[in-house]
Protein backbone atom coordinates (compact mmCIF):
# COMPACT_ATOMS: atom_id res chain seq x y z
CA UNK A 1 0.00 0.00 0.00
CA UNK A 2 1.83 3.68 -0.95
CA UNK A 3 2.28 5.91 1.56
CA UNK A 4 2.68 8.69 -0.79
CA UNK A 5 0.51 12.05 0.10
CA UNK A 6 -0.53 13.80 -3.00
CA UNK A 7 0.24 17.45 -2.26
CA UNK A 8 -2.93 19.71 -2.13
CA UNK A 9 -2.81 22.90 -3.88
CA UNK A 10 -4.81 25.39 -1.70
CA UNK A 11 -6.71 28.67 -3.92
CA UNK A 12 -4.66 31.60 -3.51
CA UNK A 13 -7.35 34.54 -1.72
CA UNK A 14 -4.55 36.95 -2.74
CA UNK A 15 -4.66 39.53 -5.11
CA UNK A 16 -1.80 40.11 -7.50
CA UNK A 17 0.13 43.76 -7.51
CA UNK A 18 -1.75 44.27 -10.80
CA UNK A 19 -5.02 43.93 -9.60
CA UNK A 20 -4.65 45.79 -6.84
CA UNK A 21 -3.09 48.52 -9.02
CA UNK A 22 -6.33 48.48 -11.40
CA UNK A 23 -8.76 48.30 -7.92
CA UNK A 24 -7.26 51.37 -6.59
CA UNK A 25 -6.96 53.23 -9.54
CA UNK A 26 -10.60 52.56 -10.54
CA UNK A 27 -11.18 53.53 -6.83
CA UNK A 28 -9.62 56.72 -6.43
CA UNK A 29 -11.48 58.02 -10.24
CA UNK A 30 -14.55 56.99 -8.12
CA UNK A 31 -14.39 58.95 -5.67
CA UNK A 32 -12.94 62.19 -7.49
CA UNK A 33 -14.79 61.97 -10.39
CA UNK A 34 -18.12 60.11 -9.77
CA UNK A 35 -19.48 60.43 -6.28
CA UNK A 36 -18.97 64.15 -5.89
CA UNK A 37 -22.28 64.55 -8.40
CA UNK A 38 -23.77 60.85 -8.37
CA UNK A 39 -27.21 62.26 -6.63
CA UNK A 40 -27.37 64.91 -8.94
CA UNK A 41 -27.35 62.73 -11.75
CA UNK A 42 -29.76 60.67 -9.86
CA UNK A 43 -32.35 63.03 -9.61
CA UNK A 44 -31.83 64.79 -13.67
CA UNK A 45 -31.72 61.31 -15.21
CA UNK A 46 -28.80 62.61 -17.56
CA UNK A 47 -26.13 60.02 -19.11
CA UNK A 48 -22.77 60.95 -17.76
CA UNK A 49 -21.07 61.36 -21.28
CA UNK A 50 -17.80 63.28 -19.85
CA UNK A 51 -17.25 60.10 -17.01
CA UNK A 52 -17.63 57.57 -19.38
CA UNK A 53 -14.96 59.20 -22.47
CA UNK A 54 -12.49 59.44 -18.98
CA UNK A 55 -13.22 55.66 -18.40
CA UNK A 56 -12.81 54.77 -21.32
CA UNK A 57 -9.72 56.54 -21.37
CA UNK A 58 -8.50 54.60 -18.60
CA UNK A 59 -9.45 51.18 -20.58
CA UNK A 60 -12.32 50.19 -18.80
CA UNK A 61 -14.76 49.93 -21.41
CA UNK A 62 -12.42 47.31 -22.90
CA UNK A 63 -10.66 45.97 -20.09
CA UNK A 64 -10.37 42.30 -20.47
CA UNK A 65 -10.61 42.53 -24.33
CA UNK A 66 -7.72 41.22 -26.45
CA UNK A 67 -4.91 43.82 -26.79
CA UNK A 68 -5.34 42.82 -30.69
CA UNK A 69 -8.79 44.43 -30.97
CA UNK A 70 -7.80 47.55 -29.25
CA UNK A 71 -9.12 45.73 -25.89
CA UNK A 72 -6.87 45.92 -22.71
CA UNK A 73 -5.65 42.36 -22.43
CA UNK A 74 -5.97 41.80 -18.58
CA UNK A 75 -8.72 39.20 -17.20
CA UNK A 76 -12.31 38.96 -15.86
CA UNK A 77 -11.44 39.11 -12.16
CA UNK A 78 -10.11 42.84 -13.30
CA UNK A 79 -13.27 43.47 -14.34
CA UNK A 80 -15.20 42.24 -11.82
CA UNK A 81 -12.53 44.42 -9.34
CA UNK A 82 -13.42 47.62 -11.50
CA UNK A 83 -17.19 47.30 -11.29
CA UNK A 84 -17.31 47.14 -7.74
CA UNK A 85 -15.47 50.27 -7.63
CA UNK A 86 -17.82 51.83 -9.69
CA UNK A 87 -20.50 50.39 -8.15
CA UNK A 88 -19.86 51.11 -4.80
CA UNK A 89 -20.96 55.30 -5.53
CA UNK A 90 -22.28 54.84 -9.29
CA UNK A 91 -24.75 51.76 -10.27
CA UNK A 92 -25.87 53.12 -13.24
CA UNK A 93 -22.32 54.09 -14.78
CA UNK A 94 -21.38 50.66 -13.74
CA UNK A 95 -24.13 49.33 -15.68
CA UNK A 96 -23.09 51.00 -18.50
CA UNK A 97 -19.39 49.71 -18.46
CA UNK A 98 -20.78 46.11 -18.04
CA UNK A 99 -23.53 45.91 -20.55
CA UNK A 100 -21.31 47.80 -22.97
CA UNK A 101 -18.11 45.84 -22.45
CA UNK A 102 -19.85 42.34 -21.32
CA UNK A 103 -22.92 42.09 -23.71
CA UNK A 104 -22.34 43.79 -27.14
CA UNK A 105 -18.68 43.49 -27.35
CA UNK A 106 -18.53 39.90 -25.97
CA UNK A 107 -20.95 38.48 -27.83
CA UNK A 108 -18.74 39.61 -30.76
CA UNK A 109 -16.09 38.70 -29.42
CA UNK A 110 -17.27 35.11 -29.12
CA UNK A 111 -19.31 34.71 -32.15
CA UNK A 112 -17.78 37.77 -34.78
CA UNK A 113 -15.63 36.43 -37.42
CA UNK A 114 -12.37 37.88 -37.56
CA UNK A 115 -13.27 40.69 -40.13
CA UNK A 116 -16.07 41.68 -37.94
CA UNK A 117 -13.93 41.38 -34.76
CA UNK A 118 -11.45 43.92 -36.40
CA UNK A 119 -14.41 46.01 -38.27
CA UNK A 120 -16.14 46.44 -34.86
CA UNK A 121 -14.45 45.77 -31.61
CA UNK A 122 -11.61 49.01 -31.23
CA UNK A 123 -14.65 51.05 -31.38
CA UNK A 124 -16.45 49.64 -28.79
CA UNK A 125 -13.03 48.73 -26.50
CA UNK A 126 -11.87 52.06 -26.86
CA UNK A 127 -14.97 53.44 -25.72
CA UNK A 128 -15.63 56.15 -28.35
CA UNK A 129 -18.49 53.88 -29.63
CA UNK A 130 -21.20 52.56 -27.40
CA UNK A 131 -22.59 49.49 -28.01
CA UNK A 132 -26.05 47.67 -26.90
CA UNK A 133 -27.30 44.55 -26.87
CA UNK A 134 -30.93 43.62 -27.86
CA UNK A 135 -32.29 40.59 -26.89
CA UNK A 136 -35.28 41.04 -24.42
CA UNK A 137 -39.10 42.31 -26.30
CA UNK A 138 -42.39 43.62 -25.04
CA UNK A 139 -43.58 40.23 -24.96
CA UNK A 140 -40.35 37.63 -24.40
CA UNK A 141 -38.10 37.84 -21.84
CA UNK A 142 -36.28 34.83 -20.78
CA UNK A 143 -38.46 32.90 -23.14
CA UNK A 144 -36.30 33.72 -26.47
CA UNK A 145 -39.26 31.12 -28.24
CA UNK A 146 -41.90 33.79 -28.25
CA UNK A 147 -38.96 36.42 -29.89
CA UNK A 148 -41.19 38.10 -32.40
CA UNK A 149 -38.37 40.13 -33.93
CA UNK A 150 -37.63 38.44 -37.36
CA UNK A 151 -35.15 38.66 -39.82
CA UNK A 152 -35.54 37.59 -43.44
CA UNK A 153 -33.01 36.97 -46.41
CA UNK A 154 -33.34 38.62 -49.54
CA UNK A 155 -30.57 38.75 -51.66
CA UNK A 156 -27.50 39.93 -50.37
CA UNK A 157 -29.16 41.32 -47.28
CA UNK A 158 -31.49 40.71 -44.17
CA UNK A 159 -34.12 42.92 -43.33
CA UNK A 160 -35.36 43.00 -40.06
CA UNK A 161 -38.37 43.84 -38.55
CA UNK A 162 -39.85 44.02 -34.82
CA UNK A 163 -39.05 45.91 -31.50
CA UNK A 164 -36.93 45.65 -28.27
CA UNK A 165 -37.38 46.66 -24.99
CA UNK A 166 -34.91 47.62 -21.75
CA UNK A 167 -32.09 48.38 -24.08
CA UNK A 168 -29.34 49.76 -22.50
CA UNK A 169 -27.29 52.21 -24.64
CA UNK A 170 -30.40 52.34 -26.39
CA UNK A 171 -30.15 55.61 -27.66
CA UNK A 172 -26.61 56.63 -26.67
CA UNK A 173 -25.14 53.85 -28.74
CA UNK A 174 -24.03 53.43 -32.08
CA UNK A 175 -23.74 49.39 -32.58
CA UNK A 176 -26.07 46.91 -31.39
CA UNK A 177 -25.74 43.24 -31.46
CA UNK A 178 -29.65 42.04 -32.46
CA UNK A 179 -31.07 38.76 -31.73
CA UNK A 180 -33.89 37.90 -34.85
CA UNK A 181 -35.72 34.98 -35.50
CA UNK A 182 -34.67 33.56 -38.85
CA UNK A 183 -36.66 30.18 -38.49
CA UNK A 184 -39.86 29.97 -36.15
CA UNK A 185 -39.91 26.86 -37.04
CA UNK A 186 -37.11 25.26 -34.34
CA UNK A 187 -38.02 27.89 -31.85
CA UNK A 188 -35.23 29.39 -29.62
CA UNK A 189 -32.34 27.43 -32.26
CA UNK A 190 -34.02 29.56 -34.76
CA UNK A 191 -32.24 32.73 -33.45
CA UNK A 192 -29.56 34.69 -35.11
CA UNK A 193 -27.39 37.30 -34.49
CA UNK A 194 -26.73 40.70 -36.24
CA UNK A 195 -24.87 43.40 -36.33
CA UNK A 196 -27.11 46.70 -36.65
CA UNK A 197 -25.57 50.24 -36.69
CA UNK A 198 -27.32 53.76 -35.92
CA UNK A 199 -27.92 55.26 -38.78
CA UNK A 200 -29.33 52.39 -40.77
CA UNK A 201 -32.76 53.90 -41.97
CA UNK A 202 -36.09 51.77 -39.89
CA UNK A 203 -33.34 51.81 -37.49
CA UNK A 204 -35.03 54.12 -34.72
CA UNK A 205 -35.61 54.25 -30.56
CA UNK A 206 -38.09 55.63 -28.27
CA UNK A 207 -37.64 58.15 -25.10
CA UNK A 208 -36.00 57.12 -22.20
CA UNK A 209 -38.06 54.64 -19.86
CA UNK A 210 -38.57 56.28 -16.66
CA UNK A 211 -37.44 53.85 -14.15
CA UNK A 212 -37.36 52.88 -10.44
CA UNK A 213 -33.54 53.31 -10.30
CA UNK A 214 -30.34 53.07 -12.40
CA UNK A 215 -31.49 56.45 -13.28
CA UNK A 216 -28.41 58.00 -15.64
CA UNK A 217 -28.20 54.53 -17.47
CA UNK A 218 -29.30 55.04 -20.57
CA UNK A 219 -32.79 52.45 -20.98
CA UNK A 220 -35.42 53.20 -23.71
CA UNK A 221 -36.96 50.74 -26.65
CA UNK A 222 -35.73 50.14 -30.25
CA UNK A 223 -37.69 49.77 -33.47
CA UNK A 224 -36.47 48.01 -36.56
CA UNK A 225 -38.99 48.51 -39.57
CA UNK A 226 -37.90 46.82 -42.65
CA UNK A 227 -33.56 47.88 -41.49
CA UNK A 228 -31.72 46.71 -44.72
CA UNK A 229 -28.90 44.98 -42.98
CA UNK A 230 -25.63 43.46 -44.66
CA UNK A 231 -25.43 39.75 -45.01
CA UNK A 232 -22.02 39.81 -43.52
CA UNK A 233 -23.49 41.59 -40.48
CA UNK A 234 -24.75 37.76 -39.78
CA UNK A 235 -22.97 36.97 -36.45
CA UNK A 236 -21.88 33.48 -36.03
CA UNK A 237 -23.50 30.90 -37.40
CA UNK A 238 -26.93 30.95 -39.41
CA UNK A 239 -29.27 29.96 -36.21
CA UNK A 240 -26.56 29.84 -33.61
CA UNK A 241 -27.36 33.22 -31.97
CA UNK A 242 -29.72 32.08 -28.66
CA UNK A 243 -26.69 29.26 -27.94
CA UNK A 244 -24.26 32.18 -28.58
CA UNK A 245 -26.65 34.29 -26.15
CA UNK A 246 -26.41 31.78 -23.72
CA UNK A 247 -22.67 32.02 -23.48
CA UNK A 248 -22.54 35.71 -23.37
CA UNK A 249 -25.12 35.65 -20.39
CA UNK A 250 -22.85 33.77 -18.50
CA UNK A 251 -19.98 35.94 -18.53
CA UNK A 252 -22.79 39.20 -18.02
CA UNK A 253 -24.21 37.53 -14.88
CA UNK A 254 -20.43 37.85 -13.63
CA UNK A 255 -20.30 41.53 -13.90
CA UNK A 256 -24.26 42.05 -12.25
CA UNK A 257 -22.78 40.00 -9.58
CA UNK A 258 -20.07 42.39 -9.22
CA UNK A 259 -22.23 45.23 -9.37
CA UNK A 260 -24.07 44.03 -6.55
CA UNK A 261 -21.46 43.53 -4.09
CA UNK A 262 -20.35 47.84 -4.99
CA UNK A 263 -23.47 48.65 -4.09
CA UNK A 264 -24.08 46.43 -0.78
CA UNK A 265 -20.59 47.48 -0.14
CA UNK A 266 -21.67 50.99 -0.37
CA UNK A 267 -24.65 50.17 2.25
CA UNK A 268 -22.43 48.61 4.13
CA UNK A 269 -20.20 51.63 4.19
CA UNK A 270 -22.60 54.42 4.55
CA UNK A 271 -24.65 52.38 7.30
CA UNK A 272 -21.57 52.15 9.41
CA UNK A 273 -20.13 55.48 9.21
CA UNK A 274 -23.66 56.78 10.40
CA UNK A 275 -24.42 54.18 12.78
CA UNK A 276 -20.98 55.67 14.54
CA UNK A 277 -22.11 59.19 14.25
CA UNK A 278 -25.56 59.14 15.45
CA UNK A 279 -26.43 58.88 18.80
CA UNK A 280 -29.62 57.84 20.54
CA UNK A 281 -29.91 57.18 24.93
CA UNK A 282 -26.84 58.51 25.07
CA UNK A 283 -24.63 56.19 22.84
CA UNK A 284 -23.52 56.16 18.94
CA UNK A 285 -26.29 53.19 17.99
CA UNK A 286 -23.51 51.55 16.35
CA UNK A 287 -23.28 50.07 20.15
CA UNK A 288 -26.87 48.78 20.15
CA UNK A 289 -26.52 44.86 19.27
CA UNK A 290 -29.81 45.43 17.30
CA UNK A 291 -27.72 47.76 14.94
CA UNK A 292 -24.19 45.98 15.19
CA UNK A 293 -25.68 42.49 13.90
CA UNK A 294 -27.10 44.09 11.11
CA UNK A 295 -23.86 45.13 10.01
CA UNK A 296 -21.75 42.16 10.96
CA UNK A 297 -24.39 40.00 8.75
CA UNK A 298 -24.17 42.48 6.08
CA UNK A 299 -20.10 42.77 5.88
CA UNK A 300 -20.14 38.97 6.43
CA UNK A 301 -22.64 38.11 3.22
CA UNK A 302 -21.00 40.97 0.90
CA UNK A 303 -17.72 39.06 1.15
CA UNK A 304 -19.32 35.44 0.77
CA UNK A 305 -20.57 36.97 -2.51
CA UNK A 306 -17.45 38.61 -3.41
CA UNK A 307 -15.67 35.18 -3.45
CA UNK A 308 -18.21 33.91 -5.59
CA UNK A 309 -18.21 36.30 -8.27
CA UNK A 310 -14.37 35.83 -7.87
CA UNK A 311 -14.66 32.60 -8.13
CA UNK A 312 -16.81 32.44 -11.54
CA UNK A 313 -14.38 35.21 -12.87
CA UNK A 314 -11.39 32.90 -12.04
CA UNK A 315 -12.76 29.57 -13.85
CA UNK A 316 -13.87 31.85 -17.09
CA UNK A 317 -10.40 33.65 -17.02
CA UNK A 318 -8.57 29.33 -16.81
CA UNK A 319 -11.19 28.64 -20.05
CA UNK A 320 -13.17 26.27 -17.37
CA UNK A 321 -16.80 25.60 -17.13
CA UNK A 322 -18.62 28.63 -15.10
CA UNK A 323 -22.14 28.74 -15.83
CA UNK A 324 -23.25 27.26 -12.58
CA UNK A 325 -20.94 29.54 -10.85
CA UNK A 326 -21.86 32.38 -12.33
CA UNK A 327 -25.71 32.14 -11.79
CA UNK A 328 -24.53 31.12 -8.44
CA UNK A 329 -22.99 34.43 -7.64
CA UNK A 330 -25.85 36.94 -9.70
CA UNK A 331 -28.13 34.94 -7.52
CA UNK A 332 -26.76 35.36 -4.32
CA UNK A 333 -25.07 38.84 -4.64
CA UNK A 334 -28.15 40.43 -6.24
CA UNK A 335 -30.26 38.63 -3.44
CA UNK A 336 -27.66 39.66 -0.72
CA UNK A 337 -27.85 43.13 -2.31
CA UNK A 338 -31.51 43.93 -2.06
CA UNK A 339 -30.91 42.82 2.32
CA UNK A 340 -28.39 45.02 2.63
CA UNK A 341 -29.82 48.33 1.08
CA UNK A 342 -33.17 47.32 2.85
CA UNK A 343 -30.88 46.78 6.33
CA UNK A 344 -29.25 49.68 5.71
CA UNK A 345 -32.66 52.00 5.37
CA UNK A 346 -33.65 50.77 8.69
CA UNK A 347 -30.38 51.70 10.33
CA UNK A 348 -30.88 55.17 9.18
CA UNK A 349 -34.46 55.34 10.16
CA UNK A 350 -36.56 58.00 8.97
CA UNK A 351 -33.11 59.78 6.94
CA UNK A 352 -32.51 56.38 5.21
CA UNK A 353 -35.65 56.82 2.99
CA UNK A 354 -35.46 59.94 2.37
CA UNK A 355 -33.12 61.53 -0.85
CA UNK A 356 -30.89 63.67 1.41
CA UNK A 357 -28.76 60.14 1.91
CA UNK A 358 -26.90 57.37 -0.61
CA UNK A 359 -29.17 54.36 0.53
CA UNK A 360 -32.74 55.25 -0.64
CA UNK A 361 -31.14 55.22 -4.33
CA UNK A 362 -28.93 52.19 -3.53
CA UNK A 363 -32.03 50.59 -2.28
CA UNK A 364 -33.07 51.52 -5.97
CA UNK A 365 -30.48 50.65 -7.83
CA UNK A 366 -30.49 47.10 -6.55
CA UNK A 367 -33.59 45.76 -7.20
CA UNK A 368 -32.59 45.50 -10.70
CA UNK A 369 -29.85 43.71 -10.33
CA UNK A 370 -32.52 40.93 -8.94
CA UNK A 371 -34.19 41.35 -12.70
CA UNK A 372 -31.72 41.98 -15.54
CA UNK A 373 -29.77 39.56 -17.13
CA UNK A 374 -32.09 36.80 -16.48
CA UNK A 375 -34.28 37.21 -13.26
CA UNK A 376 -33.32 34.82 -9.69
CA UNK A 377 -36.53 32.35 -10.88
CA UNK A 378 -34.29 31.89 -14.00
CA UNK A 379 -31.11 31.33 -12.27
CA UNK A 380 -32.17 28.92 -9.87
CA UNK A 381 -33.26 27.39 -13.37
CA UNK A 382 -29.93 27.17 -14.63
CA UNK A 383 -28.23 26.51 -11.54
CA UNK A 384 -30.96 23.21 -10.91
CA UNK A 385 -29.89 22.06 -14.07
CA UNK A 386 -26.66 21.33 -12.71
CA UNK A 387 -26.91 20.36 -9.22
CA UNK A 388 -30.06 18.54 -9.72
CA UNK A 389 -29.40 15.45 -11.94
Same mark, same amino acid.
Given at each position: ???E????????F???E???L??????DF?E??????? !?D??E??E??? @???A?????G $? $?????PE??????T?TLS?TLA? &? @????????????????TSL?T????I??N? @?Q???Y?PR??S?K?L?????????????A?N?????V?????W?LN?S?IFI??????????????T??????????? *???E?? !???F???P??KKLG?NS?????I?????E???????? +????? *???????????????G???????????E +???????????? /??P???????S????????R?????L??Q???T?????KPY??E????K? *??? &?M????????IQ?????G????????? *????A???E?? &? /?????Q??V???H?I?
Amino acid at each position: MSTEVTAITTPSFELSEDHLLIRDSVRDFVEQRVAPTV !MDRDESCEFPH @EIVAELAEMG $M $MGIYHPEQYGGGGTDTLSFTLAL &E @EIARWDASLALTVASHTSLCTSHIAIAGNE @EQKMKYMPRLTSGKTLGGWALTEPGSGSDASNMKTTAVKKGDKWVLNGSKIFITQGSVGEIFVVLAVTDRSKGAKGVSG *FIVEKG !MKGFTHGPKLKKLGMNSSDTCEIHLENVEVPAENLLG +ELNHG *FIDTMKVLDGGRIGIGAIAVGVARGALE +ESIKYAKEREQF /GKPIAQFQAVSWKIVDMATRIDASRLMVQRAATLRDKGKPYTKEASMAKL *FAS &EMCTQACLDAIQIHGGYGYTKEYHVER *FLRDAKLLEIG &E /GTSEVQRMVIGKHVIK
